[in-house]
């Protein structure tokens, strides 16, 4: 795992979490409690911050970035990620704000600032475009996104026992090794 400072600033990880050690995590980036990183994932928290809420699990070569301050956009773009978010593999978050409670589809790109609100299923290859705001809810699929229907109630209960199951599967993960990351 490799965890490097931009600018005096460290990640920060909380205590529970795994990090796999071939994920690479710069910078101001902030991992809640119980948040597992797997393998090479890369969170850039260089030119504004990441914040990764309680529970969330950020899957297999994922790309977590940021916009930076300018004229046009005085606070820039943070990436903002809350709990239980379940982040399939090879997705692209780019300085866009997640609720609760969400399901990223494999592969699914979310760009400069997108809104999710809590309880949303994004499509596997979905592409979020910039600035559109997902209601809480339903699922969406497409390229670019739309809104397909509400979601199940099997859906829903689905969203926060993703999570759980990834929750675990960090706790067995940190048992095997004494290498791995839990602080």
Not at 97 to 122: N, T
Not at 156 to 166: E, G, I, M, P, R
Not at 167 to 178: G, I, T
Request: glycine share 10%; charged share 20%; hydrophobic share 40%.
């Amino acid at each position: 795992m490799s965890l490097r400072s931009y600018k005096n600033i460290t990640p920060t990880i909380e205590h529970g979490c795994y990090v796999d050690e071939s994920a690479v995590i710069v910078g101001d980036v902030k991992c809640g409690t119980d948040v597992s990183i797997w393998p090479l994932v890369a969170a850039r928290g260089d030119v504004n911050y990441i914040k990764i809420g309680a529970r969330t699990n950020i899957q297999d070569g994922t790309v977590l970035h940021v916009s930076r301050v300018s004229e046009a956009n005085p606070h820039g773009f943070p990436l903002i990620i809350g709990e239980d978010v379940t982040v399939g593999h090879k997705c692209m978050l780019h300085g866009c704000v997640l609720g609760d409670r969400i399901l990223v589809g494999m592969g699914a790109i979310i760009m400069d600032g997108v809104i999710v609100q809590d309880d949303v299923f994004i499509g596997a290859g979905s592409l979020v475009p910039p600035n559109k705001v997902l209601e809480s809810g339903y699922l969406y699929v497409g390229n670019p996104v739309k809104q397909a229907r509400p979601l199940k109630e099997s859906e829903s209960v689905f969203l926060k026992q993703s999570a759980l199951n990834y929750v675990k599967l960090k706790n067995e993960y940190l048992a095997e090794s004494d290498n791995l990351l839990d602080v």
